[in-house]
């Protein structure tokens, strides 16, 4: 069976001493039931994050890793670096990178091979912008998102991937996307999945959906039957926000 999850991206927010705090109060009020919870923190909170950590459904990652295993890339983190840390996922291809960083396909194929050779779990992220919607591409773009940056992987590595759908004009906007346009997106990404790797391994893969999402909707969010959860920015920053998401499930 594919897991529930709510995994809360902090981007560039908090402090060091402010995210072990917000962590500290997340792992108080979390309990052990089958929802896999996931704080992806910035990089230089992992290690003081990890040691916050002490519950059994309360998980670590990253937001981004390198595109190369190790030398000289100044400023960059790379996927053993965030292993070591105790993380266990790394969000990839978030549309901010895709955006500001130009992150195309091909390097975020790159990045989820090297996080899969980590043992690393990828949090890959697709998602339209609102002309591509608005022209009614939304479908196509997702599909060739996942395509491209996923369809050469082995089923075995596949099926190590969590999905985030998140349409991009509903990422930080406050306008979510509807119950129905969230289910109609993950069943043609599940359907998608189901036709390159098998239905075995689409019913067991995780799809969350990101995008305005708080504990008012997230409830009729994560009642669609192929919304897995879900891929929290601005609503992670509070413990009572996220757990309040959390408890939807
Ligand atoms: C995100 O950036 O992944 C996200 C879903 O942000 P927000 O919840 O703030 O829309």
Known sequence: MRKKIVAGNWKMNK??????????????????????????TPFIHLAEVSKAITKDSLFLGAQNCASETSGAFTGEVSVDMIKST??????????ERRSYYHEDDALL???????????????????????ERQSGKHMQVVKSQIENGLFDLSAEDFGKVVLAYEPVWAIGTGVNATADQAQEMHKAIRDLVSEKYGTRVAENTSILYGGSCKPSNAKELFSNPDVDGGLIGGASLSAADFMGIVSAF
């Open 15 to 40: 402090t060091l001493q402010e995210g072990v705090e917000l962590a500290k109060t997340v792992n108080r009020q979390v309990e052990d039931t089958d929802v896999v919870v996931i704080l992806c």
């Open 86 to 95: 105790g993380a266990e996922y790394v969000i990839i291809g978030h549309s």
């Open 109 to 131: 194929n790159k990045k989820t091979k090297l996080a899969l050779a980590a043992g690393l779990t990828p949090i890959f992220c697709c998602g339209e912008v609102l002309a």
